[in-house]
């Protein structure tokens, strides 16, 4: 009998592990030292915490909201909501007023946690009046910002003093009794248009997914695992559970800048990212190798180049000249220690895919969606093809419909969005499977490929379609392209906006910080040149109405603080169509 068949709950699981004899605890980066969170301190605190918000009216029914950085916090502030019967609501700092609002409202959130009130954007901060009470997770700011207003020992102290006997009885009883069909969080997706979508998970969910996930990623006591993707985001919250129901020591970065000083530092085992950290880090490595001279900067290029086009179903490069004089100094500045990376959110580029894990590292694709707790398949150590997102998770069912849709069935599937009958009698077939709205293939040994997105098709004013992830895909496949975003809907033709990387650019063009000038990059013939000698290698395998006409290259910040990214840092397709209107129509004047 697994762990997952004898503790049914989250708040189980994690506080099971947190006994382990050898869980080191929770660490999060404040400053220059890491402040680590021990077994007796974790349980202690949720403890605390669970009596002090059932004193404040958490229950059955009633919905906490957090927005802060991930951090112990987070997960101990999370698991003593679960433990009073309440479900937790993750909100992002930056969303719109009309959509924290809405959140707020529908998910009937009665307490909300910040970890800054910085960090609760200008537009945000008077709506905070609809709850009922604010808890800061450090010291109080100056000057009053909410009538019942708390820090997070205020709420230790309260729970202090309501400590008894019984209430360490009564506690241990809340954990065993919590039902697999109790709501544990409503996550809202970050659509692009309309308001946000509640995704009410439950115990069951997410409990039959981290039994799932086992089978595929098996973990040692002794790994080290780093956080630096938001716990707001259903992955990471999987995984944090997921390392937490092990008793793993996890590490919580203070921001993803700093990645990379912190890999040689922690030697991390496990690391979960997004595509968008992945492409830092190889950027990171090759700007490293260009600052070599001589044969030994011929010999690194020549490694790189072989890194990035070998295809590693076929090659294994461990072992060679390369590998010893290359990539295995490579590896040492991240660490050297890994023993699993794992990418989801969205698709990687395919040069970096490669290199990746031709230069050694154990790097694993995935693929899903909230509503899926998230993962529905994934590459593994045992089974990897590069460009695929693996195999789907075992307690799965997996299929294509005739529209070449990815529908999906089983335990950590959801049962609808909240309160929205209206949607929930389109997203599932009579026979029960969840219509994800992404196009895709299953190939005859089991693997699932993601060919576009159904809803994400444009149609031109001369009534093509146009299917725009696999175009904006083979664009990102060259580095200095950082993003790229297709437009056709209503249009004569297809256009494209390029977001290049300006240190990639800049190091092209041999110039320092101060010597660049991004103005008149853009107006390189060279640069642009190299542009449209890329864009019509990617047009060469596109029907003629797909064919990117005209196309504008730009130096943009691209950031969930602007808005021009979503929280899992995918692009905002309505924002940047608002943000660069100009340039856009300026395609097609």
């Known amino acids: 009998m697994s762990i997952f068949d004898e503790n049914k709950s989250l708040p189980a699981l994690s506080l099971n592990a947190y006994a382990m004899p050898g869980f080191q605890g929770l660490f999060h980066r404040v400053g220059e030292e890491w402040i680590c969170y021990d077994s007796g301190n974790l349980r202690a605190s949720i403890y605390f915490l669970s009596l002090a918000l059932r004193e ?14 991930s951090s112990p916090q987070w997960v101990m502030f999370d698991l003593a909501t679960q433990i009073c019967g309440g479900y937790t609501v993750p909100i992002f700092s930056n969303i719109s007023s009309e959509h924290f609002e809405f959140q707020i409202k529908e998910a009937k959130v009665k307490v909300l946690a910040i970890d800054s009130w910085e960090n609760l954007s200008e537009q945000n901060q008077p709506l905070v009046k609809l709850i009922d009470f604010l808890i800061h997770f450090s010291l109080l700011p100056n000057g009053a910002k909410h009538k019942n207003m708390l820090s997070w020992n205020d709420c230790i102290q309260k729970g202090e003093n309501l400590d008894s006997d019984l209430e360490r009885e009564n506690f241990e009883k809340r954990i065993k009794s919590i039902d697999g069909e109790e709501i544990f969080s409503i996550i809202y997706t970050s659509g692009s248009t309309g308001m946000p979508k509640g995704v009410p998970l439950t115990q069951n969910n997410m409990v039959s997914h981290l039994k ?35 008793g793993l020591s996890v590490y919580f970065v203070d921001t993803p800048n700093n990645v990379g000083k912190y890999l040689p530092e922690i030697r991390p085992s496990i690391l979960t990212v997004v595509p968008r950290v992945l492409e830092k880090l190889y950027q990171k490595l090759i700007d490293a190798s260009n600052q070599k001279r001589g044969p030994v900067r011929w010999l690194v290029k020549y490694a790189i180049n072989k890194a990035k ?18 990539y295995s100094k490579m590896r040492a500045a991240l660490g050297d220690n890994f ?21 050694g590292l154990p790097l694993y694709e995935g693929y899903g969606l909230t509503e899926c707790s998230p993962v529905i398949s994934a590459e593994c150590p045992t089974h990897t093809k590069v460009g695929s997102v693996g195999k789907p998770l075992f307690n799965l069912e997996v299929r294509i419909s005739p529209e070449e849709e990815i529908q999906v069935k089983g335990p950590s599937v959801f049962s609808g969005y909240f309160n929205r009958p209206d949607l929930n009698a389109k997203i599932f077939t009579d026979d029960g499977f969840f219509c994800t709205g992404d196009k895709g293939r299953i190939d005859k040994d089991g693997y699932v490929w993601i060919t576009g997105r159904l809803k994400e098709m444009f149609k031109t004013s001369t009534g093509k379609y146009v299917s725009p992830i696999p175009i904006e895909q083979a664009l990102c496949q060259r580095a200095s392209i950082e993003a790229a975003q297709i437009f056709a809907e209503g249009r004569k033709f297809t256009s494209a906006l390029i977001f290049l990387n300006q240190d990639i650019i800049r190091n092209r063009f041999k110039k320092s910080e101060h010597e660049f000038n991004a103005e008149k990059a853009l107006k390189s013939d060279r640069l642009n040149a190299a542009l449209q000698k890329h864009i019509d290698s990617v047009n060469k395998h596109l029907n003629e109405w797909e064919k990117i006409k005209k196309w504008k290259a730009l130096f943009a910040v691209l950031s969930t603080e602007n808005g021009l990214l979503t929280p899992t840092l995918k692009l905002r397709r309505k924002t940047i169509e608002k943000v660069f209107a100009k340039e856009i129509n300026e395609m097609y004047e």
């Open 212 to 246: 799932a996930i086992s089978d595929f990623f098996p973990v040692k006591p002794s790994d080290l695992c780093m956080s630096i993707l938001p716990i707001a985001h259903v992955f990471e919250r999987m995984v944090i559970y997921y390392f937490s129901s092990f």
């Open 56 to 69: 404040l009216g958490v229950g059955k029914g009633v919905g906490v909201g957090i927005i802060a950085a």
């Open 309 to 326: 086009t070998a295809d590693p179903n076929k090659v294994n490069l461990r072992g060679t000249i390369w590998d010893k004089l290359v």
């Open 339 to 359: 023993y699993l990376i794992v990418s989801g959110a969205s698709a990687l580029s395919l040069p970096v895919n490669r290199f990746l894990r031709n230069i």
